[in-house]
């Protein structure tokens, strides 16, 4: 807590929580990314060649 004061009174307190929560959801987006970057590889792998998609038709 002693470290904290003066960075809090130095910096201000709405910089800190920034800091704050950019340090905490740093490691959810690697994981994130790293999970969207296997994606592909993965649905490659479970997808047959042959299947085909329904047509989007435009509403409104």
Known sequence: MDVWLPIV???GFPAVVTFFLLYR????LDELIQSVRTL???QAAERPEDRS?????KQG
């Open 53 to 57: 998609f329904p047509k989007m038709t």
């Open 25 to 28: 959801i740093e490691g959810k």
């Open 9 to 11: 009174r130095d910096v």
């Open 40 to 42: 592909p590889a993965g």
